[in-house]
């Protein structure tokens, strides 16, 4: 096996335990950082297509295979000898984050929308994003808390997240009047299989329970009106999807950390698409994205310097940066890009 192979699956697992994980899952981090410094699990790793490499795919499917929530030391005996069923699982399974908490995040945007909406997100995953106007949100500003419920009263789904501005606080839901998706392998919604490995997708740490508890309050939403996920890829659907919604309607186009999983080449066209999709189905169409920096250099380039952006999506409108907002939708500051 390469050499050059394994330093480069080392680098990885190292970048995403001091990126990505610290402050966020001190298990996740303590693993990561484990196996980066572990020859005989990254010669394992890179027996494997790459896809299958990655660690939010490996830890989970170990959880799923009954690993232990414990210190890398202790449980790297169970994954050597259960290696075979963990990557089983890996073969098996694909990661789909479905943060319900997210639609924190988008409500801002949202709310600035007059008149009808119809939503459709890209990289849909069971289509939890695609109702935001039926979650209640309880907004942490700086004086104080804005608690805002559904037209529809109260939400058995709680969502939860700190503003940097009052201004930040939506005065009002979004009129939805339509809703889809598109994802290169939906999830049903009312599979509980399915939904158990969402939960189980969740990273361990301070918040685990309260997100595993808000993701299947937010199935059971959206099981009572599955919405249309359409399989494909989203370069090559997009643009056909959104031509049936109805012409009534902004057309919302959204997603979140999706882009990240396409090259270059790639983004551009999808960059490129969403320019020119208005024209192309002949009606208004809103382009909101959360993705991190490095996606496209178009955007990175209006991000003004020493932004802190760790642990936080850049959120633009039609390509321009207008926020940042947490991974996880528990954070949203416009401070970097108010004028």
Request: include cysteine.
């Amino acid at each position: 096996m390469s050499t050059d192979r394994r330093d480069e699956i080392a680098a990885f697992y190292d970048d995403f335990g001091r990126r990505w994980a610290h402050g966020t899952s001190p298990l996740y981090e303590d693993w990561a950082l484990g196996i980066a410094r572990d020859p005989e699990v990254l010669t394992r790793l890179a027996a494997l297509p790459r896809p299958k490499q990655q660690p939010n795919l490996m830890f989970a499917a170990a959880r799923w295979e009954g690993a232990a929530l414990s210190p890398y030391h202790e449980v790297r005996p169970w994954l050597l000898e259960h290696w075979d069923r963990i990557v089983g699982t890996g073969a098996a399974r694909t990661v789909q984050t479905n943060e319900a908490n997210r639609c924190a995040t988008w409500l801002p945007p949202l709310s600035r929308i007059d008149g009808p909406v119809a939503l459709l997100e890209v990289g849909a995953a069971a289509g939890l994003c695609l109702f935001p106007d039926r979650y209640s949100v309880d907004y942490a500003t700086p004086a104080g808390r804005g608690r805002i419920d559904p037209p529809d009263g109260p939400s058995d789904v709680v969502l939860a997240c700190t503003v940097d501005d009052e201004a930040s606080v939506p005065a009002r839901y979004p009129d939805v009047v339509w809703r889809r998706g598109i994802d290169l392998d939906p999830i049903d919604v009312g599979d509980a299989d399915a939904v158990d490995w969402l939960a189980n997708l969740i990273w361990p740490g301070p918040d685990h329970d309260a997100r595993v508890a808000r993701l299947r309050a937010a199935a059971g939403i959206a099981a009572s009106d599955p919405p249309e996920i359409v399989r494909g890829d989203l370069l090559e659907r997009v643009t056909d999807v959104a031509s049936a919604a109805p012409p009534g309607a902004t057309l919302v186009v959204f997603h979140s950390a999706v882009l990240l999983y396409l090259d270059a080449a790639q983004r551009r066209r999808f960059a490129d698409i969403m320019g020119g999709l208005g024209d192309a189905i002949g009606r208004r169409v809103v382009w909101l994205s959360n993705e991190t920096m490095g996606t496209l250099e178009e955007i990175d380039a209006r991000v003004p310097q020493r932004t802190a952006t760790d642990h936080r999506f850049v959120q633009t409108w039609d390509a321009r940066p207008i926020a940042l907002a947490g991974q996880h939708g528990a954070v949203y500051e416009t401070a970097p890009f108010r004028r």
